[in-house]
Nanobody
Framework: HVQLVESGGGSVQTGGSLRLSCAASGFDYSKSCMGWFRQAPGKEREVVAAIDVDGSKTYADSVKGRFTISRDNAKNTVTLQMNSLKSEDTALYFC????????????WGQGTQVTVS
């Protein structure tokens, strides 16, 4: 049974920080690329950051220098540290897994809300 469970969302003032975590189970986490996505009301879902099995990271231009993605393969967790938050970062944030079996982001969490005001 695949599970991706996000935590750490909440409300914060502009310029503040939040740390999102995602606990994964039920699939081969160590062989999966992990990503954080977000979707704001009325907007399409967008990728925020991703970390591959070798630790290589990619970021959306809008979050470079402010967000940091990391993974712990021993604990099957992926974390998104978000600093210098802006109002435009307000969105529902999702954790997702890209497994070698499917070659796309197959598994998704339920999302955690981040509100910056």
């Amino acid at each position: 049974h695949v599970q991706l469970v996000e935590s750490g969302g909440g409300s914060v003032q502009t310029g503040g920080s939040l740390r999102l975590s995602c606990a994964a189970s039920g699939f081969d986490y160590s062989k999966s690329c992990m990503g954080w996505f977000r979707q704001a009301p009325g907007k399409e879902r967008e990728v925020v950051a991703a970390i591959d099995v070798d630790g290589s990271k990619t970021y959306a231009d809008s979050v470079k220098g402010r967000f940091t993605i990391s993974r712990d393969n021993a604990k099957n967790t992926v974390t998104l540290q978000m600093n210098s938050l802006k109002s435009e970062d307000t969105a529902l944030y999702f954790c997702a897994a890209l497994t070698p079996t499917y070659g796309h982001y197959r598994y998704w969490g339920q999302g955690t809300q981040v509100t910056v005001s």
